[in-house]
């Protein structure tokens, strides 16, 4: 066989990495083209269910009006409890439609960036702990609880959440916020600790924040665990703060 030059031979593998190269890139391009679609289908969805759920909460607020001016109340309270099971509904669907965009959108992040995000302990440790939060929806309120066996109430649920991730709160609601470090609501992201029903000792609820103004928490004897909106619960009993939990 007759063996080639390494003047003939260089240019020629010179060319096929030149042709792999290209190859790679276009199917690079068509997947992004393809993560880009699909991420493009997810906003919609999001803005759809959003709007789904605005318009819930405004058939829930005339429903909740009207019912204190019914002669015969429970029909209108079975819509309103109807309507509010749909809210419920609602915010798990956005929530699970926004993971799923923050998966497209860091499959799209150069490999430089997404090093960089993944290094964002506080991001990553608040979208986990949402994910953990949302699995215990329709768990049980008790007093005193913090375990899905026995349920749970406010900061037992925060504090059962948060030891999955290896963080350890205490279980009262004002302490919670002492040893948290607080942020303005501002700055509010997925996983951060909502403080409502302001004490001479601190704060008497606790919830975790969801995102779109929306938290999940273990309200009261009687209901279970569920999406709450803040301003709601901020206007029925009063706003505290915020924090957000960090491995130390």
């Given amino acids: 066989m007759r063996r080639l030059s390494p003047l003939l031979l260089c240019p020629l593998l010179a060319c096929a990495a030149l042709a792999g190269n290209a190859s790679v890139a276009r199917a690079s391009g068509s997947l992004r083209d393809a993560v880009q679609a699909r991420l493009g289908q997810e906003r919609q969805a999001l803005a759809s269910l959003l709007d789904d759920r605005s318009r819930a909460e405004r058939h829930l607020q005339h429903a909740e009006s009207a019912l204190n001016r019914a002669a015969d109340p429970f029909p209108l309270e079975d819509k309103a409890d109807g309507l509010r099971h749909a809210i419920e509904h609602e915010s798990g669907a956005i929530a699970r439609v926004r993971r799923r965009i923050r998966g497209l959108q860091d499959a799209l992040r150069p490999?430089?960036?997404?090093?960089?995000?993944?290094?964002?302990?506080?991001?990553?440790?608040?979208?986990?702990?949402?994910?953990?939060?949302?699995?215990?929806?329709?768990?049980?309120?008790?007093?005193?609880?913090?375990?899905?066996?026995?349920?749970?109430?406010?900061?037992?649920?925060?504090?059962?959440?948060?030891?999955?991730?290896?963080?350890?709160?205490?279980?009262?609601?004002?302490?919670?916020?002492?040893?948290?470090?607080?942020?303005?609501?501002?700055?509010?992201?997925?996983?951060?600790?909502?403080?409502?029903?302001?004490?001479?000792?601190?704060?008497?609820?606790?919830?975790?924040?969801?995102?779109d103004g929306y938290f999940v928490d273990a309200p009261y004897t009687g209901a279970v665990v569920r999406f709450d909106k803040v301003a709601a619960v901020a206007k029925l009993v009063g706003f505290v703060g915020a924090s957000r939990p960090a491995v130390s």
């Fill in 111 to 211: 490999p430089s960036a997404a090093t960089e995000f993944f290094t964002q302990q506080t991001s990553t440790l608040g979208a986990d702990a949402v994910l953990i939060a949302e699995r215990y929806l329709g768990v049980r309120y008790t007093w005193g609880g913090d375990t899905p066996g026995d349920g749970f109430d406010c900061s037992g649920f925060v504090r059962f959440v948060y030891a999955q991730l290896g963080i350890d709160l205490p279980h009262y609601a004002a302490s919670q916020y002492d040893v948290t470090r607080h942020v303005g609501t501002a700055d509010l992201e997925p996983g951060d600790l909502v403080f409502f029903e302001p004490h001479s000792d601190g704060p008497g609820h606790v919830g975790i924040y969801t995102g």
